[in-house]
């Protein structure tokens, strides 16, 4: 099946500081892709959609200009927390969504293993 | 609103027992998908299963099968024969096609314990 990969997979930073996740495509091209914010024992809510050579699209109460969004290729797309802290501290997972699959009885997203952010 | 409810915050299965996990969704658009995922304690999501709005049977993968009561607005996951690796964090998402991004909404989730 497709795969998609999120990078780092965890990180610790320091209040104040900026943190970009990444996320990529490996086997197909994403003209679309999503990223999700899960705090602990809850569920995932949108913050963003991300579309190749576009400006992505915020969810209602998620802030653009602290949560940069780059998808500058069909395989890869950039989250950049700015000025973070300690409540930006979440589990950040991508998804891509592969535009040949006509099938969703195969899952029609596919989904990053997850970046755990860590916000001191 | 919430688009996606899962009543059940925790679930406990004895092992080879089958259950259900809730889920009601509302929606005024009439071409929709379901989907459930698994998430174990590692965080990745697992696609298990696919109900679209049109089909007109319920949906079934392995020992995965979809409860799906359009009227009723409810697609419960039935899970048979459960084993101790089917212990995680269940998902009930649901896809609009008005959304022409195709983004999930997703319900907060049933914890699923198998034991023994």
């Known amino acids: 099946g497709a795969v998609v990969s999120q990078h780092p997979s965890w990180v610790i930073c320091k209040s104040g500081t900026s943190v970009k996740i990444e996320c990529r495509s490996l086997?197909?091209?994403?003209?679309?892709m999503f990223w999700y914010r899960q705090f602990p024992k809850q569920s995932l809510m949108l913050m963003a959609t991300s579309n190749e050579g576009s400006k992505a699209t915020y969810e209602q109460g998620v802030e653009k200009d602290k949560f940069l969004i780059n998808h500058a290729s069909l395989t890869l797309s950039t989250l950049t927390v700015t000025s973070a802290h300690p409540e930006d501290s979440s589990f950040y997972i991508c998804?891509?969504?592969?535009?040949?699959?006509?099938?969703?009885?195969?899952?029609?997203?596919?989904f990053g293993p997850g970046t755990r952010l860590t916000v001191t | 609103a919430q688009k996606i409810t899962q009543t059940q915050p925790g679930m406990f299965v004895q092992e080879k027992e089958a259950v259900t996990l809730d889920c009601t969704y509302d929606t005024s658009d009439p071409s929709y998908g379901l989907f459930w995922y698994k998430q174990p304690s590692s965080g990745e999501m697992i696609f298990l299963i696919y109900q679209g709005s049109y089909d007109q049977q319920n949906a079934t993968e392995g020992r995965y099968s979809l409860n799906f009561q359009k009227a009723r607005k409810s697609a419960n996951l039935v899970i048979s024969a459960s084993q101790l690796g089917d212990s995680a964090m269940y998902f009930c998402a649901m896809r609009e096609n008005s959304n022409s991004g195709y983004a999930l909404n997703f319900g907060k989730g049933t914890s699923l314990l198998v034991t023994p």
């Open positions: 998804s891509a969504r592969d535009p040949h699959n006509r099938s969703p009885r195969r899952g029609e997203q596919y």
């Open positions: 086997d197909f091209q994403a003209t679309t």
